[in-house]
């Protein structure tokens, strides 16, 4: 297992540990204090996990690679340049995102050197998986969430003229007998978005082989995110106006019952799953 080739990587993750050692405890600090990236020292263990028990696979045609590594390792260290340039221009989550992705530029930089291009395309899931340790730059966010905002809406909107309730819709805003609601940032849905894109990620590596059945269900998280966020919005309304307004200021459903919304839809999207990799078996048994 220490062989030479290994003691290198091992050796060339020591340097990036001391390298990106204080910012990777900013991200630490960080992951702890967001409502979006407390899943983020769960990604390596997944990475390292997928590594050993794919190991056979990934690790039986090793070749040193110094013209394909050592440019990956060099833009590594241009991005931290950057990082430690623009320091005190960018905000905590843009300058660790920008670190962070130099960190993982480098670990793959020094498994091409070590390990070579044919070993680092064999590993390229659990390796290219580490990017979801980077936060997503503040710019790509906001986008990211206007876009859930803009669904949910539209879906809760759908939902509240199917119920038959009474209201009136101004642009993020429902108003019904006796509340008003917004459909405001902490109603897109962004956090379970990214848990259930994670998770979809995995179940694409593990179940279904074909790249247009993986790209279907990675895009099925969307319409299924947007009818959840619609459901509960809808149905904590409803709650609160024909029922108590307290569902609507002091419930656990409105605060901390994101789960009970979740889980239906990962029950959805894992069924979207099944008939994806149902339709799969059937196309390889055809052309058996």
């Not at 020591?14 to 020292?41: C, G, N, Q």
């Not at 593990?206 to 995110?225: D, E, G, N, S």
């Not at 569902?247 to 889980?263: A, D, M, N, P, Q």
């Amino acid at each position: 297992m220490f062989n030479k080739r290994n003691l290198l990587f091992l050796a060339c993750c020591f340097v990036a540990l001391l390298m990106f050692y204080e910012p990777l405890k900013d991200l630490t600090r960080f992951s702890i204090h967001s409502m979006y990236y407390s899943h983020i020292w769960l990604v390596p263990l997944v990475s390292m996990f997928f590594l050993f028990t794919e190991r056979k696979t990934i690790f039986h045609n090793q070749d040193y690679s110094v013209r394909a590594g050592i440019p990956v390792i060099i833009i590594s260290i241009f991005v931290y340049v950057l990082y430690r340039k623009y320091y005190g221009s960018l905000n905590q989550n843009d300058y660790v995102s920008l670190v962070t992705f130099a960190a993982i530029l480098f670990v793959n930089g020094a498994f091409i050197l070590c390990y070579g291009v044919r070993t680092f395309r064999a590993a390229l899931f659990p390796l290219l998986f580490l990017i979801f340790m980077v936060p997503i730059p503040t710019f790509l966010m906001d986008r990211i969430i206007h876009v859930l905002l803009v669904g949910s809406a539209a879906a809760t909107d759908f939902l509240f003229k199917i119920s038959g309730a009474p209201y009136l819709r101004e642009g993020f805003t429902f108003h019904l007998p006796g509340i008003s609601i917004e459909v405001a940032k902490v109603c897109s849905g962004i956090r379970s978005s990214l848990a259930l894109f994670i998770t979809l990620v995995i179940a694409c590596h593990l179940f279904l082989k074909t790249t247009w059945r993986q790209i279907v269900l990675l895009l099925a998280i969307y319409p299924v995110t947007v009818l959840k966020n619609g459901v509960r919005i809808v149905t904590i309304s409803l709650l609160a106006t024909y029922v108590d307004e307290r569902f609507l200021t002091h419930s656990w459903l409105h605060h901390s019952g994101g789960i009970v919304f979740f889980i239906p839809a990962l029950i959805v999207l894992g069924l979207v799953l099944w008939g994806l990799r149902r339709g799969e078996r059937i196309e390889v048994k055809g052309e058996r």
